[in-house]
């Protein structure tokens, strides 16, 4: 049973910061990599960010870039989205997210039930 569980969003003004956490469980964690998504209203769920299975590697959205860091504790089955200078358009639900191989060879994707981030002064 995968489980996903997004915390951490919140209201804060532009420039903040605030640090979002997925807490994993049902899967072995430190074999997979795991990436955040967010959504905002009336647009598309789009890749924010994605890290390696043991942190060494990350990727970030162009919008991204610069003011997310993405980072993980194996040790704690948890991710991490540290986001600083907070524009509005970062508005969005934020969403955790691990695709796992089914036994068919194709990939199921898993999702937490998303926290919400709202950037506004």
């Known amino acids: 049973q995968v489980q996903l569980v997004e915390s951490g969003g919140g209201l804060v003004q532009p420039g903040e910061s605030l640090r979002l956490s997925c807490a994993a469980s049902?899967?072995?964690?430190?074999?997979?990599?795991m990436s955040w998504y967010r959504q905002a209203p009336g647009k598309e769920r789009e890749l924010v960010a994605a890290?390696?299975?043991?942190?060494?590697?990350?990727n970030y959205a162009d919008s991204a870039k610069g003011r997310f860091t993405v980072s993980r504790d194996n040790a704690k089955n948890t991710v991490y989205l540290q986001m600083n200078s907070l524009k509005p358009e970062d508005t969005a639900v934020y969403y955790c997210?691990?695709?796992?191989?089914?036994?068919?060879?194709?990939?199921?994707?898993?999702w937490g039930q998303g926290t919400q981030v709202t950037v506004s002064s």
């Open positions: 890290i390696t299975s043991a942190g060494g590697t990350t």
């Open positions: 049902g899967f072995t964690f430190s074999s997979y990599a």
């Open positions: 997210n691990v695709l796992i191989r089914t036994l068919t060879g194709s990939f199921k994707a898993y």
